[in-house]
């Protein structure tokens, strides 16, 4: 298929605003006016907040066992949860950057959204970690710092490898995100009046469009993906490792990295396509984000659902092959134990269901597209839940063995997560375009200039 | 202070903290320490008094920790004959009672509104006195057994009164005295000393547990079984039961006889050693036979449904053992023929030997002796005609304790005045017109005299936190308002002058007066009438026979307002804080209920609801429900306690908070309030039917699994592995599993610089299961006790753990969310305890992954745990495969030591803050105290100065503990048993600091291979 650009390519200029092009009225239309699902989604997601944060409050004043911990399950829903949003976190970057470096054209209209999901996948995940400690207000105790009383922390640890790796993560996605809006705020200046202009003004750092600006932006946007590339890789690595480096059977596997990653991928894109599909409905932006587009998402789905579906059988044979009873009776009670109705969710969510995708019809099927990731992203939380809850229920110590049920409080702040995510993502639609008008128009140009053809 | 000069000053202070700061009021009472005797008490170290427990008869030595003049710690006396330094967990814990917030804090008058007010003792004890001297001979006096002192002073005050004295005990073992009785002429109860027995024919005793003296028998067992100087294995023992209950779980053989048959199997074992020993010189032969014409070896098996071949085989082995004896059924098993039962197992003890090496026959007290239920129905007679006015209850409850069907709560209406003198609350004095709270133990004065040449003191280690007074010195006062002939002085004075006969501060330094005495040897005088065996029909028409066993620590209830008492699991079942019906998995599989399901038990005498527990080690035709349990009063022995935090997890247990609602039932509402033939109260032989209420209350069981899916977590060795030991090092008791990845030596774990590697040897052999360990973990750690809701999501604190397997295990199981213990089987036995405290790994994984250090490994070998550093992210306690890490979920520091229990808390251990993680420590507090002394003569510290307060209490001395860097000390020594030594999950090199000695099965028709 042909990039969509062509079929703009004779819409630069608009018949009612001769010195405006089309691409930059239709992408910068959400900004401005009122959407009543908008607003009435934005208030939802505020309220979710707000209850989430209350029962954070509740839950930080009488302690943590408001939630569901119960020996030997140390770890719950939060770690899930976080291990979740990490993973949503990865497509905006892979898009971004890596597809980037690759030149992979087809990615600069969902590049954007797809940042922007990462910036505020990753602010969601970091949360997690941090609400789900003992005491909250010994979060510094995990930061080295210098201090008199010669503290230090334990740079053995996964968990510290996690605070520098998230760390970095957040803040190159931050950074790349923001260069990339550069150019389009700058136009948002040229178009906003008041007080707005004056935020988008300093925003634009004096974004005027000129060649040299053309070339430094070029330049950052080609090395921050550079540095991004690995973070691809390394963040998703490092949290598998949270498990990986431990000796509970069922965590402690040299799969670990790669099948993290791959899922994180996998996970990532279908929440890029579960929040665009609503988007390119709602803002009318039908023209940028095409089938084109969604078509070539559903085939990285595709790809990297039969990485998660070799991983776990990898997992299992491994299990069994190892000979080793630990092990081999953690993975069956997986399967068939108290929490089979996960592992099997896990399974056909995100192994069997994708294989449709197999059929070019569905892949370019939004309505089915649209349904098939929500199950891929609910199969995700499932498999960190049946990796997390199902190892530590069942552990070395049969005498020990126990099992979790999530409370009220964790689902409550579960959901709160998503309207955190949500509200985060609403206001970025209301103020920032959703799709990069920059890159769209030099796709554009590009097409004019060179009849569409690559 | 002017009036106060320096000498007075320096005694004063001499006492005690407490006293110091309060010294006016009353007499300074002279507290004479024992190990150390300072000038004054210095803070931050610990002064010892000598003591003794009071929790049940045995009467064990007791040592007192206090800290800055209050009582911190419970541990045995090592002079004490009895204990001899060990304490169960019932007497460690037994500390909390001076401390629960359920005490009565004055005197309670029933107010005009029917309830009870606070009043003072001057009213309190005007109106009472004022009632008794109108009341001569219409005034009672029920209590518990108390010390000869105090028993004193109670007749004393009986004769100045004019009043009745009944010693009630619900456990007052009466079949046990008349039987004994019947057989030697002397009424007292016998002194068993399993050491001197090769053979133990148990009919369903329990001494192990429940037993008359518990923590001694223990030793001594243990002793009489040590695998490492008698390649033999030791004494044997054979248990009858159709539970499998706490101490069969000791024994070689478990032959599940029908509950009600323990008297045909008595009779029959009887008539076996009489034919095959004769009649003894001097006994009347024909009434002998007489006495045991009923029995008949055929018909006792069939009424114990086992092939008559099994109970001759025990007659064989009892007629070929050297030193065997014949143990009494127990509280639980005592039937409507209980007198002639323990007198036919007398008789056969005599013929057999027994009686004067493993069974004394210690003289009759007399006084003080429990009475029998015959007594207390005249009791209740005369209350119910009107014809007490005055009823004075001390040291008992019986509302709760005596069956409903005997009528005493009701006739209580009848009584004019009903007067507790109970400390704590409960169900008598709740329901009583005047409490005047006694002092609890520690702040008495008393003594007691459990058996010939031992005499010990009660002494109080703490000033009265209340408003209470001695029972002793009210009942002076009131015996000399009534013009009676009473002692003179205080209480105190009473106590010292019935010592004056020896030297009264040598023996309140030590704890006692303890010599031997050769109990005179008794003959059998052998007056059998009214005693004999008839095939008798249980009561009722139930298809189950009920067994109601006293509770591991509850015993008869009184363990219930003890929080620590109702969290640590029940050893056998591992259930904790309720109340459960035990049945066969067959049973429950036809009743259709499963774990936790509520059924109702009914009997002719009256119903419960309780939640199922189906076990594989019950009869088919037998149901048990523990007794101890279904108070309505109390903090924490009824629900009023029970915290809200998280109950909807599983769905809420139901009225959390709430007073006057029962934990659990009572299972003595359904026992009828029938006599033996000597008018002893009888406990078991009803039958109950059993149905099902479709309801479902989850029961807290903190072990959800018997299976050790061959782990070899609990390892087992036989003694013909032990024996083919030493040639073929590879095959002794590991011969199922591969030399392990890594051999290492523990001791290597530590800096090389450091003299101390601390480590722990347990010996599984000798432990028994009775926890003792993990209540002195709770008490010296400062453990919170979290509750019932709390103990259903498994989020008990405690640090050490008995974890219990059956038999190696296999694959099955484990797939359920409600898991319940499957592998007990009836007949078979292989249970293996396995204590699990922090392993203290050379290679801890907990410590790899704490981010910011909060654990790490000291110097020392130890895994330290920073409390303060602790920012609670739990990766530690995933990583621990030992799962011995715990989390304060909410903050147990503060709210879960409510009231005075703060002042029980040990000041050398702190008090964790909700959300740190938690271990045991290997009570580093204790190295640390010992570490300063040994520093400040310039030495090393010394082997066995420092001792773990899970070592300190083991009864069987199963955990020894020291330093693995000095080739000479008892832990080196302990540990070097190569052909049972393993560390737990060796496999994972984790180099634990513990080195367990497997369990050794000693004959091969134990276990379930």
Same mark, same amino acid.
């Given at each position: 298929?042909?990039?969509?650009?062509?079929?703009?390519?004779?819409?630069?200029?608009?018949?009612?605003?001769?010195?405006?092009?089309?691409?930059?009225?239709?992408?910068?239309?959400?900004?401005?006016?009122?959407?009543?699902?908008?607003?009435?989604?934005?208030?939802?997601?505020?309220?979710?907040?707000?209850?989430?944060?209350?029962?954070?409050?509740?839950?930080?004043?009488?302690?943590?066992?408001?939630?569901?911990?119960?020996?030997?399950?140390?770890?719950?829903?939060?770690?899930?949860?976080?291990?979740?949003?990490?993973?949503?976190?990865?497509?905006?970057?892979?898009?971004?950057?890596?597809?980037?470096?690759?030149?992979?054209?087809?990615?600069?209209?969902?590049?954007?959204?797809?940042?922007?999901?990462?910036?505020?996948?990753?602010?969601?995940?970091?949360?997690?970690?941090?609400?789900?400690?003992?005491?909250?207000?010994?979060?510094?105790?995990?930061?080295?710092?210098?201090?008199?009383?010669?503290?230090?922390?334990?740079?053995?640890?996964?968990?510290?490898?996690?605070?520098?790796?998230?760390?970095?993560?957040?803040?190159?996605?931050?950074?790349?995100?923001?260069?990339?809006?550069?150019?389009?705020?700058?136009?948002?200046?040229?178009?906003?009046?008041?007080?707005?202009?004056?935020?988008?003004?300093?925003?634009?750092?004096?974004?005027?469009?000129?060649?040299?600006?053309?070339?430094?932006?070029?330049?950052?946007?080609?090395?921050?993906?550079?540095?991004?590339?690995?973070?691809?890789?390394?963040?998703?690595?490092?949290?598998?490792?949270?498990?990986?480096?431990?000796?509970?059977?069922?965590?402690?596997?040299?799969?670990?990295?790669?099948?993290?990653?791959?899922?994180?991928?996998?996970?990532?894109?279908?929440?890029?396509?579960?929040?665009?599909?609503?988007?390119?409905?709602?803002?009318?932006?039908?023209?940028?984000?095409?089938?084109?587009?969604?078509?070539?998402?559903?085939?990285?789905?595709?790809?990297?659902?039969?990485?998660?579906?070799?991983?776990?059988?990898?997992?299992?044979?491994?299990?069994?092959?190892?000979?080793?009873?630990?092990?081999?009776?953690?993975?069956?009670?997986?399967?068939?134990?108290?929490?089979?109705?996960?592992?099997?969710?896990?399974?056909?969510?995100?192994?069997?269901?994708?294989?449709?995708?197999?059929?070019?019809?569905?892949?370019?099927?939004?309505?089915?597209?649209?349904?098939?990731?929500?199950?891929?992203?609910?199969?995700?939380?499932?498999?960190?839940?049946?990796?997390?809850?199902?190892?530590?229920?069942?552990?070395?110590?049969?005498?020990?063995?126990?099992?979790?049920?999530?409370?009220?409080?964790?689902?409550?702040?579960?959901?709160?997560?998503?309207?955190?995510?949500?509200?985060?993502?609403?206001?970025?639609?209301?103020?920032?375009?959703?799709?990069?008008?920059?890159?769209?128009?030099?796709?554009?140009?590009?097409?004019?200039?060179?009849?569409?053809?690559? | 202070?002017?009036?106060?000069?320096?000498?007075?000053?320096?005694?004063?202070?001499?006492?005690?903290?407490?006293?110091?700061?309060?010294?006016?009021?009353?007499?300074?009472?002279?507290?004479?320490?024992?190990?150390?005797?300072?000038?004054?008490?210095?803070?931050?170290?610990?002064?010892?008094?000598?003591?003794?427990?009071?929790?049940?008869?045995?009467?064990?030595?007791?040592?007192?920790?206090?800290?800055?003049?209050?009582?911190?710690?419970?541990?045995?006396?090592?002079?004490?004959?009895?204990?001899?330094?060990?304490?169960?967990?019932?007497?460690?814990?037994?500390?909390?009672?001076?401390?629960?917030?359920?005490?009565?804090?004055?005197?309670?008058?029933?107010?005009?509104?029917?309830?009870?007010?606070?009043?003072?003792?001057?009213?309190?004890?005007?109106?009472?006195?004022?009632?008794?001297?109108?009341?001569?001979?219409?005034?009672?006096?029920?209590?518990?057994?108390?010390?000869?002192?105090?028993?004193?002073?109670?007749?004393?005050?009986?004769?100045?009164?004019?009043?009745?004295?009944?010693?009630?005990?619900?456990?007052?073992?009466?079949?046990?005295?008349?039987?004994?009785?019947?057989?030697?002429?002397?009424?007292?109860?016998?002194?068993?000393?399993?050491?001197?027995?090769?053979?133990?024919?148990?009919?369903?005793?329990?001494?192990?547990?429940?037993?008359?003296?518990?923590?001694?028998?223990?030793?001594?067992?243990?002793?009489?079984?040590?695998?490492?100087?008698?390649?033999?294995?030791?004494?044997?023992?054979?248990?009858?039961?159709?539970?499998?209950?706490?101490?069969?779980?000791?024994?070689?053989?478990?032959? #599940? !006889?029908?509950?009600?048959?323990? %008297? *045909?199997?008595?009779?029959? =074992?009887?008539?076996? +050693?009489? /034919?095959? $020993?004769?009649?003894?010189?001097?006994?009347?032969?024909?009434?002998?036979?007489?006495?045991?014409?009923?029995?008949?070896?055929?018909?006792?098996?069939?009424?114990?449904?086992?092939?008559?071949?099994?109970?001759?085989?025990?007659?064989?082995?009892?007629?070929?053992?050297?030193?065997?004896?014949?143990?009494?059924?127990?509280?639980?098993?005592?039937?409507?023929?209980?007198?002639?039962?323990?007198?036919?197992?007398?008789?056969?003890?005599?013929?057999?030997?027994?009686?004067?090496?493993?069974?004394?026959?210690? #003289? !009759?007290?007399?006084?003080?002796? %429990? *009475?029998?239920?015959?007594? =207390?129905?005249?009791? +209740?007679? /005369?209350? $119910?005609?009107?014809?007490?006015?005055?009823?004075?209850?001390?040291?008992?409850?019986?509302?709760?304790?005596?069956?409903?069907?005997?009528?005493?709560?009701?006739?209580?209406?009848?009584?004019?005045?009903?007067?507790?003198?109970?400390?704590?609350?409960?169900?008598?004095?709740?329901?009583?017109?005047?409490?005047?709270?006694?002092?609890?133990?520690?702040?008495?004065?008393?003594?007691?005299?459990?058996?010939?040449?031992?005499?010990?003191?009660?002494?109080?280690?703490?000033?009265?936190?209340?408003?209470?007074?001695?029972?002793?010195?009210?009942?002076?006062?009131?015996?000399?308002?009534?013009?009676?002939?009473?002692?003179?002085?205080?209480?105190?004075?009473?106590?010292?002058?019935?010592?004056?006969?020896?030297?009264?501060?040598?023996?309140?330094?030590?704890?006692?007066?303890?010599?031997?005495?050769?109990?005179?040897?008794?003959?059998?005088?052998?007056?059998?009438?009214?005693?004999?065996?008839?095939?008798?029909?249980?009561?009722?028409?139930?298809?189950?026979?009920?067994?109601?066993?006293?509770?591991?620590?509850?015993?008869?209830?009184?363990?219930?307002?003890?929080?620590?008492?109702?969290?640590?699991?029940?050893?056998?079942?591992?259930?904790?804080?309720?109340?459960?019906?035990?049945?066969?998995?067959?049973?429950?599989?036809?009743?259709?209920?499963?774990?936790?399901?509520?059924?109702?038990?009914?009997?002719?005498?009256?119903?419960?609801?309780?939640?199922?527990?189906?076990?594989?080690?019950?009869?088919?035709?037998?149901?048990?429900?523990?007794?101890?349990?279904?108070?309505?009063?109390?903090?924490?022995?009824?629900?009023?306690?029970?915290?809200?935090?998280?109950?909807?997890?599983?769905?809420?247990?139901?009225?959390?908070?709430?007073?006057?609602?029962?934990?659990?039932?009572?299972?003595?509402?359904?026992?009828?309030?029938?006599?033996?033939?000597?008018?002893?109260?009888?406990?078991?032989?009803?039958?109950?039917?059993?149905?099902?209420?479709?309801?479902?209350?989850?029961?807290?069981?903190?072990?959800?699994?018997?299976?050790?899916?061959?782990?070899?977590?609990?390892?087992?060795?036989?003694?013909?592995?032990?024996?083919?030991?030493?040639?073929?090092?590879?095959?002794?008791?590991?011969?199922?599993?591969?030399?392990?990845?890594?051999?290492?030596?523990?001791?290597?774990?530590?800096?090389?610089?450091?003299?101390?590697?601390?480590?722990?040897?347990?010996?599984?052999?000798?432990?028994?299961?009775?926890?003792?360990?993990?209540?002195?973990?709770?008490?010296?750690?400062?453990?919170?006790?979290?509750?019932?809701?709390?103990?259903?999501?498994?989020?008990?604190?405690?640090?050490?753990?008995?974890?219990?397997?059956?038999?190696?295990?296999?694959?099955?199981?484990?797939?359920?969310?409600?898991?319940?213990?499957?592998?007990?089987?009836?007949?078979?036995?292989?249970?293996?305890?396995?204590?699990?405290?922090?392993?203290?790994?050379?290679?801890?994984?907990?410590?790899?992954?704490?981010?910011?250090?909060?654990?790490?490994?000291?110097?020392?070998?130890?895994?330290?745990?920073?409390?303060?550093?602790?920012?609670?992210?739990?990766?530690?306690?995933?990583?621990?495969?030992?799962?011995?890490?715990?989390?304060?979920?909410?903050?147990?520091?503060?709210?879960?030591?409510?009231?005075?229990?703060?002042?029980?808390?040990?000041?050398?251990?702190?008090?964790?803050?909700?959300?740190?993680?938690?271990?045991?420590?290997?009570?580093?507090?204790?190295?640390?105290?010992?570490?300063?002394?040994?520093?400040?003569?310039?030495?090393?510290?010394?082997?066995?100065?420092?001792?773990?307060?899970?070592?300190?209490?083991?009864?069987?001395?199963?955990?020894?503990?020291?330093?693995?860097?000095?080739?000479?000390?008892?832990?080196?020594?302990?540990?070097?048993?190569?052909?049972?030594?393993?560390?737990?999950?060796?496999?994972?090199?984790?180099?634990?600091?513990?080195?367990?000695?497997?369990?050794?099965?000693?004959?091969?028709?134990?276990?379930?291979?």
């Amino acid at each position: 298929m042909a990039p969509p650009a062509t079929a703009v390519a004779d819409s630069l200029a608009s018949p009612e605003r001769p010195r405006d092009s089309r691409a930059n009225i239709d992408i910068m239309a959400p900004t401005h006016g009122v959407q009543w699902p908008y607003f009435l989604a934005l208030g939802a997601a505020v309220l979710g907040v707000l209850q989430a944060l209350t029962v954070l409050l509740y839950q930080t004043y009488v302690g943590l066992g408001v939630a569901g911990y119960q020996q030997p399950v140390f770890w719950g829903v939060y770690i899930v949860t976080f291990v979740f949003w990490i993973g949503i976190g990865h497509a905006g970057t892979l898009i971004s950057a890596i597809l980037f470096l690759f030149r992979a054209k087809w990615r600069n209209a969902v590049n954007r959204g797809a940042e922007a999901l990462t910036v505020f996948a990753v602010i969601t995940a970091a949360l997690f970690p941090i609400l789900h400690l003992g005491r909250i207000w010994k979060l510094y105790f995990l930061i080295p710092y210098p201090n008199q009383r010669a503290l230090w922390v334990n740079f053995k640890s996964p968990l510290l490898w996690d605070v520098f790796a998230i760390s970095t993560y957040a803040s190159i996605s931050i950074v790349f995100f923001y260069i990339g809006l550069i150019p389009d705020i700058a136009i948002a200046r040229d178009r906003a009046t008041g007080v707005k202009k004056a935020i988008y003004t300093v925003l634009a750092l004096g974004w005027q469009g000129t060649g040299p600006q053309w070339k430094a932006h070029s330049r950052s946007i080609l090395h921050l993906s550079g540095l991004a590339t690995p973070l691809v890789l390394s963040v998703h690595s490092v949290v598998s490792w949270d498990f990986a480096m431990s000796i509970v059977p069922g965590w402690h596997a040299t799969i670990f990295a790669p099948y993290f990653v791959a899922g994180a991928v996998f996970g990532g894109f279908a929440m890029v396509i579960n929040i665009l599909i609503p988007v390119r409905r709602i803002f009318r932006l039908e023209r940028y984000l095409t089938e084109y587009h969604f078509e070539n998402m559903s085939r990285f789905i595709l790809f990297t659902s039969t990485i998660c579906g070799y991983a776990y059988a990898a997992e299992y044979f491994i299990a069994w092959y190892s000979g080793v009873e630990y092990e081999q009776t953690t993975f069956w009670l997986r399967a068939f134990g108290p929490y089979w109705i996960s592992t099997w969710c896990m399974i056909t969510f995100n192994v069997i269901f994708p294989q449709l995708l197999w059929i070019k019809k569905l892949r370019t099927n939004l309505p089915f597209l649209f349904v098939l990731c929500l199950f891929i992203n609910l199969g995700m939380w499932f498999e960190r839940y049946v990796i997390i809850i199902g190892s530590l229920s069942r552990d070395y110590i049969s005498g020990s063995w126990g099992i979790y049920v999530i409370s009220p409080v964790e689902l409550s702040v579960l959901a709160g997560s998503f309207c955190w995510f949500s509200m985060w993502f609403l206001l970025f639609l209301k103020v920032f375009p959703v799709i990069a008008i920059t890159e769209v128009k030099e796709l554009e140009i590009h097409a004019r200039d060179h009849g569409g053809a690559h | 202070m002017s009036e106060l000069d320096r000498r007075d000053f320096l005694k004063l202070v001499g006492v005690g903290a407490g006293a110091a700061a309060t010294a006016c009021a009353e007499p300074v009472e002279k507290l004479v320490p024992y190990v150390e005797q300072p000038e004054s008490i210095t803070p931050g170290i610990a002064v010892w008094y000598a003591s003794t427990c009071t929790e049940c008869p045995a009467a064990c030595g007791l040592h007192v920790r206090t800290r800055e003049g209050r009582p911190v710690k419970l541990e045995g006396n090592p002079d004490h004959p009895i204990n001899q330094g060990k304490l169960c967990g019932r007497g460690q814990t037994s500390l909390g009672r001076t401390y629960l917030p359920d005490r009565y804090p004055q005197p309670m008058v029933r107010g005009a509104g029917g309830s009870l007010e606070p009043s003072t003792w001057d009213d309190a004890m005007a109106q009472l006195a004022a009632k008794l001297a109108s009341a001569r001979g219409r005034t009672w006096i029920l209590g518990g057994t108390v010390g000869p002192s105090l028993g004193g002073v109670i007749d004393q005050f009986a004769v100045a009164a004019g009043a009745n004295r009944i010693v009630y005990e619900p456990f007052a073992h009466e079949a046990l005295r008349k039987g004994t009785e019947a057989v030697f002429g002397v009424a007292s109860l016998p002194i068993f000393d399993p050491s001197q027995a090769d053979l133990i024919i148990d009919l369903g005793s329990d001494f192990l547990s429940t037993g008359l003296s518990p923590t001694e028998n223990a030793r001594q067992y243990a002793d009489a079984r040590n695998v490492n100087t008698d390649k033999t294995g030791g004494t044997r023992m054979i248990s009858f039961g159709p539970r499998l209950n706490f101490t069969t779980t000791s024994a070689d053989q478990w032959i #599940p !006889a029908k509950a009600g048959s323990e %008297a *045909a199997i008595a009779f029959a =074992l009887a008539k076996a +050693v009489v /034919a095959a $020993k004769g009649t003894p010189e001097g006994v009347d032969a024909a009434g002998v036979q007489r006495f045991l014409s009923g029995a008949n070896m055929a018909q006792a098996a069939t009424a114990a449904g086992l092939e008559p071949g099994e109970l001759s085989a025990v007659a064989e082995a009892l007629l070929h053992a050297k030193n065997p004896v014949i143990l009494p059924p127990g509280v639980a098993y005592t039937g409507s023929q209980a007198t002639s039962t323990v007198a036919a197992v007398m008789l056969a003890n005599a013929l057999l030997g027994a009686v004067g090496k493993s069974l004394v026959v210690p #003289p !009759a007290t007399g006084t003080n002796d %429990a *009475a029998s239920l015959a007594d =207390l129905k005249v009791l +209740v007679a /005369a209350m $119910k005609a009107g014809r007490v006015d005055v009823l004075l209850i001390h040291d008992s409850n019986p509302v709760y304790s005596l069956p409903p069907e005997l009528g005493f709560t009701e006739a209580l209406g009848k009584v004019g005045t009903v007067v507790s003198f109970a400390s704590l609350q409960d169900e008598t004095a709740e329901s009583a017109g005047l409490v005047l709270p006694d002092h609890t133990p520690m702040e008495s004065w008393g003594d007691s005299a459990p058996r010939p040449g031992i005499r010990s003191i009660v002494q109080p280690t703490v000033r009265p936190l209340l408003d209470t007074r001695a029972l002793g010195d009210s009942l002076l006062e009131l015996g000399r308002g009534l013009g009676g002939a009473m002692a003179e002085g205080s209480f105190h004075n009473v106590v010292e002058n019935n010592w004056s006969d020896v030297n009264w501060r040598q023996a309140l330094a030590q704890g006692g007066i303890f010599s031997e005495v050769v109990i005179e040897p008794v003959g059998i005088s052998g007056d059998f009438a009214g005693l004999g065996y008839s095939a008798s029909s249980a009561s009722g028409k139930g298809e189950f026979a009920l067994v109601a066993f006293p509770h591991h620590f509850l015993s008869d209830g009184r363990g219930a307002a003890l929080p620590w008492l109702q969290e640590i699991p029940d050893p056998v079942t591992k259930l904790q804080w309720n109340s459960w019906v035990e049945m066969s998995f067959e049973s429950a599989k036809r009743l259709d209920v499963g774990f936790g399901d509520v059924v109702e038990v009914e009997t002719p005498s009256g119903k419960i609801e309780a939640s199922v527990f189906p076990r594989g080690g019950i009869r088919d035709d037998t149901i048990a429900v523990p007794i101890g349990q279904g108070h309505s009063v109390g903090l924490y022995a009824s629900m009023e306690g029970e915290g809200e935090h998280g109950g909807w997890i599983h769905g809420p247990i139901g009225a959390e908070g709430q007073p006057g609602v029962a934990r659990g039932a009572n299972v003595i509402a359904l026992l009828p309030a029938t006599q033996d033939e000597m008018g002893g109260r009888v406990w078991g032989g009803a039958q109950a039917s059993v149905t099902k209420t479709g309801r479902f209350r989850r029961l807290a069981l903190s072990q959800w699994t018997d299976n050790q899916r061959g782990r070899e977590l609990a390892q087992s060795t036989s003694l013909a592995e032990l024996a083919g030991h030493g040639s073929d090092h590879g095959s002794g008791h590991g011969a199922h599993h591969d030399e392990p990845p890594h051999t290492f030596t523990a001791a290597y774990d530590a800096d090389p610089d450091q003299p101390y590697r601390w480590g722990m040897v347990i010996d599984n052999d000798r432990c028994n299961g009775c926890s003792a360990c993990v209540a002195a973990c709770y008490v010296e750690n400062n453990i919170p006790v979290v509750g019932e809701t709390q103990a259903i999501q498994h989020r008990d604190m405690a640090w050490i753990r008995i974890e219990r397997y059956v038999g190696d295990g296999d694959l099955e199981g484990g797939a359920a969310r409600r898991p319940v213990p499957n592998r007990e089987k009836l007949g078979e036995l292989d249970v293996r305890y396995i204590p699990m405290p922090c392993q203290q790994c050379g290679a801890a994984p907990c410590e790899a992954v704490c981010p910011t250090l909060a654990t790490y490994h000291n110097k020392e070998g130890l895994n330290g745990m920073v409390y303060n550093r602790c920012a609670g992210t739990r990766y530690c306690a995933n990583n621990c495969v030992y799962k011995v890490r715990r989390f304060n979920y909410f903050d147990y520091g503060n709210e879960n030591f409510p009231g005075l229990l703060g002042l029980m808390l040990n000041p050398d251990v702190t008090v964790r803050q909700q959300g740190v993680m938690e271990k045991c420590s290997f009570c580093v507090q204790r190295i640390e105290g010992a570490r300063q002394p040994a520093k400040d003569e310039g030495r090393e510290i010394r082997d066995g100065e420092v001792k773990t307060a899970c070592q300190q209490a083991c009864p069987t001395h199963a955990i020894t503990f020291g330093n693995l860097r000095d080739d000479a000390s008892k832990v080196v020594e302990a540990g070097n048993h190569p052909e049972r030594s393993y560390h737990l999950l060796q496999e994972l090199n984790t180099r634990p600091a513990i080195t367990y000695l497997a369990q050794v099965t000693r004959d091969e028709n134990e276990g379930n291979h």
